[in-house]
């Protein structure tokens, strides 16, 4: 099915063994994600900063925040407990590269006590091009990029404001600034050989029809797969357009133009919008036996 067995046979044989892109290891390998990353430079319409970042989590929920210190021993005592982990995720509660000094450092620890775990990191893209060298430093392995727009007229709709240049910026020049470099780190990311897939949020009457188009952007610009994603409108959730009574799509609309898409590239389909947090196999959430008071008093082999 869409985001397995299709996939070209070198992305294939770089992708069988991670739970978020094969739906076949899903079943086998774990993945887990560690939240050190609390800021945001960017305000999207649908977030609701007490909550995690809403592109590539869940939400509603909130993660606990870690040092990276913390970090690196949870990763250690997570792949003592579960020898399926394979995969280190930084996806926020913010945006990772909001917060380059904490999630650097955390590569840097967990590249030296965990060398064979394979890490990867999410991010809103504004920050992308400025932090290539080092992301392919730390061997980094895949990027996830949240591309919502590449037309700066939608991106007002979703975008109030970028924080950029030590500036806020609003309106359709925050989000054409926010497009030209989702658009330029996605290009020099897959020209240095870095894996990288796109999120999209599916917000209706907004971006709905809008997302083939972008579709087209990021395959051309080497993305290996898009990831369609509804936008969970829920008061509970805190989503700001849901206070608005933006709604979310239905099932058939986000069934609809996945396969609108389905022709252009890989689709992804079965993403969880795991938490900033999430320990385990896909399906599972371990993160409760996890917390920092737990792994402080865990007895890990943890030496840096
Ligand atoms: Fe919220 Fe994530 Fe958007 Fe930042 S990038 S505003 S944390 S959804
Ligand atoms: Fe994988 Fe999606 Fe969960 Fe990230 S949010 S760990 S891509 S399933």
């Known amino acids: 099915s869409a985001g397995s067995g299709d996939l070209p046979p070198d992305i294939w044989e770089k992708v069988k063994n991670h739970p978020c892109y094969s739906e076949e290891a899903h079943h086998h390998f774990a993945r887990m994600h560690v939240a050190v990353a609390p800021a945001c430079n960017i305000q999207c319409n649908y977030c609701n900063r007490k909550y995690d970042c809403a592109n590539e989590s869940r939400p509603g929920v909130v993660s606990e925040r870690l040092t990276p210190e913390q970090a690196a021993k949870k990763v250690v ?9 394979t995969v280190l995720g930084i996806a926020g509660p913010g945006d990772p590269l909001a917060n380059p000094a904490k ?42 990029i949240t591309i919502n727009m590449v037309d700066p007229e939608v991106g007002a709709k979703i ?33 240095r050989g870095i894996l990288c897939k796109v ?39 805190g989503t700001v357009f849901g ?38 196999l896909l399906g599972e959430d371990r993160s409760a036996e996890f917390t920092t008071d737990k792994i402080m008093d865990m007895e890990v082999n943890y030496d840096i």
């Not at 970028?162 to 990311?189: D, W």
């Open 199 to 237: 999120n999209s949020v599916m917000i209706p009457g907004i971006n709905d029809q809008h997302l083939v188009e972008v579709n087209k952007a990021v395959k051309s610009r080497g993305a290996f797969l898009h990831n369609i994603m509804p936008l969970i409108s829920a008061p509970e959730h």
């Open 243 to 280: 206070l608005n009574g933006q709604r979310g799509p239905s099932a058939q609309e986000l069934k609809a133009l996945q396969d609108a898409c389905e022709g252009e590239m890989n689709m992804m389909r079965h993403c969880r919008q795991c938490r900033a947090d999430a320990v385990g």
């Open 103 to 144: 999630t650097f450092k955390t590569f840097e620890l967990i590249s030296k006590t965990a060398p064979d775990i394979k890490l990867c990191l999410s991010t809103n893209g504004l920050a992308l091009p400025e932090h290539i060298d080092t992301i392919a430093k730390y061997n980094v392995d895949h990027v996830t």
């Open 159 to 191: 975008y109030p404001w970028i924080f950029y240049n030590h500036k806020r910026i609003e309106g359709v020049e925050a989000a054409r600034i926010l497009s030209e470099h989702q658009l330029r780190g996605l290009e020099m990311l897959t020209e």
């Open 77 to 85: 005592a997570v792949a003592s407990t579960i020898p399926q982990m």
